[in-house]
């Protein structure tokens, strides 16, 4: 039995594919992708009406927590991953800040056991550059790429020395892996809520400054370029961050970085409104911060939008600014979010696809060969005008905390499918 998408708009720029088409998936494969009205589905397969949809590779995020082994509470791998669905995402890449932290091979092999049990998008392990997130010691990089794990990092914290951080891009690269920088300079954010400028100062909240971030960018990229070996900048959120990106890859540094939606749609401002639920970490910036964000999404300097999505209880947002938790999640607002780019024309909708799907998996080795005969069918059906209003309580992650709760956007997916399997969705027609 075959699965037809029929008359779907395809978008893959993997294959330079935009128009319509039919698209027929067989077991966990792609069998064939035809023009319009080329398919002839048998009596036993299912039909996928596509008209006024798009079809498009499945999303990958570069950057999420999914909290398990130890905060099963905030979400776990199955929780997280059925969020990751109902975004269009079919593969996740897993940050190591768990209890215990995945920094061995066998925390590495519990999270994708998780996964399998799941049974839902791949969720990608992302291990540890230093032993329980430290700072002092670097993990047996070999071993955890043995063990599974596509990436390295010590997000949620950076690694603040200068010569380990060199040492584990030099090691990273012999292991075949990539370090995926958390950019802070701890000393300058030490003590601070939210970004500091005219809203820190009207709340009387002690502010985290611009050159936080940037500064550690500036470090990182310098130590690329010492190096040789591939960095990716994580969240960047800064107007002074993107100039550093810049700057670094027209020296021809084998740099990459991401966003995440809340940096090309919000600033500061939200606070005001929204309150702990536009705390993050780096903070949300100024109109300018926000504009170079768009900017560098716009001409290649950000190659990726990932959500850092960070689910908390509700009583880690409680207590005021200052005590609440950073973070907010993202899997299942990302898309509608990264469409007002297209709407804007900030991004040709082939653009932004590339920037959820195809550039992730590039940036991290990824195994992706997009819509076409023999490929993996990792697949999201999309209507790109549907009106949808975010409603948290409904949420498949056990997260909650967004900014966007009761914000009326435009996205919404169909259906998603993971090696043939219809994990999100109808499994008759759209």
């Known amino acids: ?99 215990p932290v995945n920094d061995s091979p066998g925390v590495t092999a519990f999270i994708l056991s998780r996964a399998r049990e799941a049974g839902l998008a791949r969720v990608l392990p992302v291990a540890a550059v230093t032993r329980g997130l430290a700072g002092r010691e670097l993990t047996d990089f070999r071993a955890l790429a043995a063990a599974g794990a596509v990436a390295l990092s010590d997000d949620g914290r950076p690694v603040a020395d200068a010569a380990l951080m060199r040492r584990a891009l030099s090691l990273a690269s012999e292991a075949g892996l990539v370090i995926a920088s958390h950019c802070e300079e701890p000393r300058l954010s030490e003590g601070g809520a939210i970004n500091e400028g005219a809203v820190s100062a009207r709340l009387s909240v002690r502010g985290i400054p611009w050159a936080a971030e940037s500064v550690a960018v500036a470090r990182d990229a310098a130590l690329c370029e010492l190096t040789g070996a591939r960095l990716h900048v994580c969240h960047v959120s800064t107007a002074r961050s993107v100039e550093e990106i810049r700057a670094a890859k027209a020296r021809g540094a084998p740099i990459t970085a991401e966003t995440a939606p809340h940096y090309f749609t919000l600033t500061e401002n ?108 990792d697949l999201v059906l999309f209507d790109p005008d549907q009106e949808v209003t975010v409603n948290a309580a409904t949420f498949a992650s056990k997260g909650r905390n967004t900014p966007f709760d009761g914000m009326a956007l435009r996205g919404a997916v169909r259906w998603t499918m993971v090696a043939g399997c219809i994990v999100f969705g109808p499994p008759g027609n759209a």
């Open 1 to 99: 039995m075959a699965i037809v998408i029929s008359g779907a708009r395809i978008v893959c720029p993997a294959n330079r594919l935009d128009g319509e088409g039919d698209v027929v998936v067989e077991g966990e494969r792609i069998r064939e992708v035809l023009p319009p009205g080329e398919a002839r589905p048998g009596p036993a397969d299912t039909v996928i009406e596509g008209c006024g949809l798009v079809l498009a590779p499945g999303f990958v995020d570069l950057h999420v927590h999914l909290r398990e082994p130890g905060f099963e509470h905030k979400e776990t791998v199955a929780t997280g991953a059925a969020a990751a669905v109902r975004g269009g995402f079919t593969s996740v890449c897993a940050m190591a800040n768990t209890s």
């Open 270 to 377: 939200a606070v005001l409104e929204k309150g702990a639920s536009a705390k993050m970490n780096p903070p949300l910036g100024t109109e300018r911060d926000r504009r170079a964000v768009r900017a560098g999404l716009a001409d290649g300097v950000i190659d990726a939008i990932a959500t850092d999505h960070a689910p908390h209880t509700a009583s880690d947002k409680e207590g005021g600014l200052e005590a609440a938790a950073f973070g907010v999640v993202g899997l299942e607002t990302a898309l509608s979010l990264g469409l007002q780019l297209v709407r804007d024309g900030v991004l040709t909708l082939p653009g932004l696809v590339a920037k959820m799907s195809v550039n992730p998996a590039r940036i991290f080795g990824l195994p992706h060969a997009g819509i076409a005969p023999g490929a993996p069918a």
